[in-house]
């Protein structure tokens, strides 16, 4: 007995999105007119009586014979109408009575002849099918554009000395440094490298400075995707970023891998059996399903570790944070005001300023709220403020404007 249920579990599998349902009903409006514009048309038959007393009184305006029928429209008419050329006169001798009466236009061929609800047919099967070859040409250009930059191993150039204060991130990272760059020490003692890294907290904390700089301190390849990036409109593309993005790294090993945004596709599942999920909702758990294989499938002198990063840990499905996986979970907070003052001061060495300690000081204590890639914009506004009024430095009046302008800015993102 067909179960219902299975088959479209598989319909679902294979129209998850829009793009694929669209693409599929273009080519079934394709194949319907094609079918309706190839159809021989079915014209009003006539009597060849009728056909005659209308030519002669030099009324057709066109005429086509096929060897078999005479189709002719009269004038001012849009109708077509059909009379059986037998027993009446063929070939020359209809030519000869056609030129006789006046009529304009006529045709002596056997190809399929079209009526104007024909071409309309044709046209809509031309437009169906430009639409579906293009949805399936864009559909190979992005599966081959897989080694995008997710896919090339990047030089950071970042370094911890770079990134102020997060000392507890830096020591809990510092191990994996160790491992990837003396991993025999290691297994002499029998321990296994922390394939994964959580980096969680809130935006512009730092997340992604310190995977950057954890792969320049190892000495090691590092890529870099967001994980928006496995995420298409087409079915399987995620899944094959993912096994693509492993395979690269192992070519590459020792490597890095970090995973920016990992929460757009880790986000708790409703149901753990596949195929409960309905819509585009299949792709994801596919392309964690994906990842939680690879994470799975690391050999023991493999040295990839996998760095995500996320702004909310408390969405993201158990069985990607269990042991084994992300064995190490790092929380990164909002800075506090001595290191709002020190990532001030980071920020500022390589700008031309004549700003007091006291101003930096002053707009640290009054950023309370504020994140590390907030502070960062604070200095290069300044920059743009001095540059506006034609100074060669930044002084503290420019610092202070800077401040409010960045202040005012996130306040009115907070009112949206």
Same mark, same amino acid.
């Given at each position: 007995?067909?179960n219902f249920r299975q088959i479209m579990q598989i319909v679902l599998r294979k129209f998850n999105d829009?793009?694929?349902?669209?693409?599929?009903?273009?080519?079934?409006?394709?194949?319907?007119?094609?079918?309706?514009?190839?159809? *021989?048309?079915?014209?009003?038959?006539? *009597?060849?009586?009728? @056909?005659?007393?209308?030519?002669? *009184?030099?009324?057709?305006?066109? +005429?086509?014979?096929?060897?078999? /029928?005479?189709?002719?429209?009269?004038?001012?008419?849009?109708?077509?109408?059909?009379?059986?050329?037998?027993?009446?006169?063929?070939?020359?001798?209809?030519?000869?009575?056609?030129?006789?009466?006046?009529?304009?236009?006529?045709? &002596?061929?056997?190809?399929?002849?079209?009526?104007?609800?024909?071409?309309?047919?044709?046209?809509?099967?031309?437009?169906? =099918?430009?639409?579906?070859?293009?949805?399936?040409?864009?559909?190979?250009?992005?599966?081959?554009?897989?080694?995008?930059k997710s896919m090339i191993a990047q030089s950071t150039g970042v370094k911890f000395v770079n990134i102020?204060?997060?000392? /507890?991130?830096?020591?809990?990272?510092? %191990?994996?440094?160790?491992?990837?760059?003396?991993?025999?020490?290691?297994?002499?003692?029998?321990?296994?490298?922390?394939?994964?890294?959580?980096?969680?907290?809130?935006?512009?904390?730092?997340?992604?400075?310190?995977?950057?700089?954890?792969?320049?301190?190892?000495?090691?390849?590092?890529?870099?995707?967001?994980?928006?990036?496995?995420?298409?409109?087409? +079915?399987?593309?995620?899944?094959?970023?993912?096994?693509?993005?492993?395979? *690269?790294?192992?070519?590459?090993?020792?490597?890095? #891998?970090?995973?920016?945004?990992?929460?757009?596709?880790?986000?708790?599942?409703? &149901?753990q059996n596949f195929g409960s999920e309905t819509g585009g909702d299949n792709e994801r758990v596919s392309?964690?399903? %994906?990842?939680?294989?690879? =994470?799975?499938? @690391?050999?023991?002198?493999?040295?990839? +570790?996998?760095?995500?990063?996320?702004?909310?840990? %408390? #969405?993201?499905?158990?069985?990607?944070?269990?042991?084994?996986?992300?064995?190490?979970?790092?929380? #990164?907070?909002?800075?506090?005001? /001595?290191?709002?003052?020190?990532? =001030?001061?980071?920020? =500022?060495?390589?700008?031309? /300023?004549?700003?007091?300690?006291?101003?930096?000081?002053?707009?640290?204590?009054?950023?309370?709220?504020?994140?590390?890639?907030?502070?960062? &914009?604070?200095?290069?506004?300044?920059?743009?403020?001095?540059?506006?009024?034609?100074?060669? @430095?930044? #002084?503290?009046?420019?610092?202070?404007?800077?401040?409010?302008?960045?202040?005012?800015?996130?306040?009115? @993102?907070?009112?949206?």
């Open positions: 007995m067909v829009k793009l694929n349902v669209s693409a599929s009903a273009a080519m079934l409006i394709a194949c319907f007119c094609l079918y309706k514009a190839k159809a *021989k048309p079915t014209l009003p038959l006539v *009597k060849i009586s009728n @056909f005659m007393l209308v030519l002669q *009184k030099k009324l057709v305006e066109e +005429v086509i014979y096929d060897g078999s /029928h005479i189709l002719f429209r009269c004038v001012n008419q849009a109708q077509w109408l059909s009379t059986q050329a037998d027993p009446m006169i063929k070939g020359k001798e209809l030519l000869k009575a056609l030129m006789e009466y006046g009529v304009p236009r006529f045709q &002596n061929c056997t190809q399929i002849y079209y009526t104007e609800r024909q071409m309309v047919y044709l046209i809509a099967s031309i437009a169906a =099918l430009s639409y579906t070859f293009g949805i399936m040409a864009s559909h190979i250009i992005n599966s081959q554009k897989l080694s995008n102020y204060g997060l000392e /507890h991130a830096k020591k809990q990272l510092q %191990q994996i440094i160790e491992y990837l760059q003396d991993p025999q020490k290691f297994r002499n003692v029998g321990a296994r490298l922390r394939r994964g890294v959580m980096i969680y907290g809130p935006p512009g904390t730092g997340k992604t400075m310190l995977a950057k700089a954890t792969a320049t301190e190892s000495n090691v390849q590092f890529l870099y995707c967001s994980a928006t990036e496995f995420m298409e409109v087409y +079915v399987g593309t995620g899944p094959k970023r993912v096994r693509e993005l492993f395979k *690269k790294a192992r070519e590459l090993a020792p490597a890095i #891998i970090f995973i920016d945004e990992i929460d757009s596709i880790a986000y708790k599942r409703k &149901n392309t964690l399903n %994906q990842l939680l294989t690879e =994470l799975d499938g @690391f050999k023991e002198n493999e040295n990839i +570790v996998v760095i995500a990063a996320t702004n909310r840990i %408390q #969405i993201l499905d158990e069985a990607l944070l269990r042991s084994g996986r992300f064995d190490i979970k790092i929380e #990164i907070e909002m800075p506090s005001e /001595h290191d709002r003052k020190g990532i =001030l001061g980071v920020h =500022l060495q390589n700008k031309k /300023h004549q700003i007091s300690s006291g101003m930096v000081e002053l707009v640290a204590k009054n950023a309370n709220g504020f994140s590390g890639a907030d502070m960062e &914009n604070i200095t290069n506004e300044s920059a743009y403020i001095a540059i506006e009024k034609q100074q060669e @430095f930044i #002084i503290d009046a420019d610092f202070q404007e800077a401040f409010k302008k960045v202040t005012q800015e996130k306040q009115n @993102f907070k009112d949206i």
